[in-house]
């Protein structure tokens, strides 16, 4: 059974993921455990052999093969990282792409329930007999490649006292000669049946007709695509490749990382300890590695980790018949919802969660962002045909020109609207059009000398 723990991690807190490393069940100490006894049972035989068993001139020789293995295993002439590393990676993708392409009946009994209509005993016959058909598929082929689905169903008499097919539906089946895998026959008589219910008008249009062939292709290709991932394993030459560096690097590891009589003065054996600590711990980590490698590259087994077909398999079932039976045109009558005479309305927090109500909502990463009066001001681009260059004046006095621009641009930082600006630039000035007189010329003079104090906006023809 596969090993949920996701909600004693939904919390970072300390000691989180401690707590993961005292569980047995799906852990790496149980699927370890045999091969680290194994190692420090020749570690121990080889180390016995060395202290107690040999001479002292064969003691020497086996001290020499030891510093001869040592230095191999402390530099990178067995590529274990690399080799191990990518096989895991390649063999984690393998895992994934098999999860995401197991045939789920969701989105097909969503377009069967909605398109094959008729309430009566013909109408729901139909509706039942579709997607009993695309469960009988998914079922064929995880017989085909899974071992709990095949020792549950080891026969087609089985999956018939189980309810996916009938006696006739067996008859035709097993009439029907062919070399290869017939997973797909119950999705052709999906097919045929859907364009009898056309023929029939239990499916109105040929639009309707057309959207439940597409989901049924869809069905159908993850079907082919579970096949397909049993067909073609991972190259048994690189799984070889990798079997090889990491077992073999741990046999140099058994003579080469032994303790040595530190009275000889062997470089870095000047201790005695008898337990290889570090070389215990590089063992469980690698051969751990490999051993998750061996796990997941066919999560069909039955590992603690694999995947639970049969249950999938008594959900998938359930959940169609149930949505396009039962649930077929079985709706609440409808009514005005809580909040119908509310424009603005909030929903309620529980205790445990009001303190979210204090927050602000996120509404873009720039929406506090400041800026400066000077980033504020608006310009318009020069005529295209003039190639001159344009001047923005403000709008009355410096200050009151400035502190005008300083309460919009506060205004647009609130929420306000940015073409609140443009009348700086673009709208003309009603007082200046309706003062046109002979007084006009005192203000044009007081309008040039204000124009000293202008910030000048430069647009240059842009070709």
């Known amino acids: ?53 040999l001479t002292s001139k064969q003691q020497d020789l086996f001290e020499r093969i030891s510093l001869y293995c040592d230095q191999f295993t402390n530099t990178s002439f067995i590529p274990v990282l690399f080799v191990l590393g990518f096989y895991v990676s390649l063999a984690f993708n393998r895992w994934w792409g098999q999860y995401s392409s197991f045939p789920l009946p969701d989105n097909l009994m969503m377009v069967v329930s909605g398109n094959v209509h008729g309430a009566d005993e013909r109408g729901r016959l139909l ?37 996916f097919m009938t006696t006739d539906e067996q008859k035709n089946f097993e009439s029907l000669h062919s070399d290869f895998n017939k997973y797909w026959m119950p999705l052709t008589w999906f097919s045929n049946l859907a364009s009898r219910a056309r023929e029939e008008g239990r499916v109105r249009d040929d639009i309707a007709l057309r959207l439940l062939m597409d989901e049924l292709n869809k069905y159908r290709g993850k079907c082919s695509l579970l096949f397909h991932y049993d067909w073609i394993s991972i190259p048994l030459v690189y799984t070889q490749v990798v079997t090889l560096a990491v077992y073999s690097f741990f046999a140099f590891c058994v003579i080469g990382r032994q303790f040595l009589n530190p009275e000889k003065g062997y470089k870095d054996h000047k201790l005695d300890m008898y337990v290889p600590v570090f070389t215990l711990l590089q063992f469980f980590f690698y ?51 809580k909040h119908w005479a509310q424009r603005h309305f909030s929903i309620p927090y529980t205790l445990s969660t009001a303190a979210e109500t204090l927050k602000p909502p996120f509404k ?59 009348d700086v630039s673009s709208q003309p000035n009603e007082e200046d059009d309706a003062d046109a007189s002979p007084e006009g010329d005192i203000n044009t003079i007081n309008h040039k000398k204000q124009e000293n104090v202008l910030i000048k906006v430069a647009v240059e023809r842009n070709l």
Not at 127 to 149: D, E
Not at 381 to 398: E, H, N, V
């Open 1 to 53: 059974m596969t090993v949920s723990y996701t909600l004693e991690v939904a919390d970072a807190r300390f000691g989180g993921f401690s707590k993961l490393l005292f569980r047995w069940r799906g852990s790496i100490y149980r699927l370890l455990y045999k091969d680290f006894l194994a190692f420090c049972g020749v570690y121990l035989f080889f180390s016995l052999f060395y202290r107690f068993l």
């Open 127 to 163: 509706r039942r007999t579709l997607m009993r058909y695309a469960n009988l598929s998914s079922v064929l082929i995880l017989r085909s490649i899974s071992t709990r689905v095949h020792k549950r169903f080891p026969t087609l008499e089985h999956v018939v006292e189980a309810g």
């Open 287 to 337: 051969a751990g590695w490999l051993k998750v490698g061996e796990q997941i590259i066919n999560p069909f087994g039955e590992d603690d980790d694999d995947f639970e077909t049969n249950q999938l398999i008594d959900r998938n079932i359930q959940v169609s018949m149930l949505a396009v039976d039962d649930m077929y045109q079985n709706l609440a009558p409808i009514v005005k919802d």
């Open 364 to 422: 873009g990463s720039t929406f506090d962002m400041r800026m400066s009066a000077e980033d504020l001001e608006m310009h318009q681009p020069a005529d295209a045909s003039s190639g001159q260059k344009q001047y923005l004046p403000l709008k009355g006095s410096l200050g009151e020109g400035l502190d005008s621009l300083l309460q919009r641009g506060k205004g647009i930082l609130r929420g306000g609207s940015l073409p609140s600006l443009v």
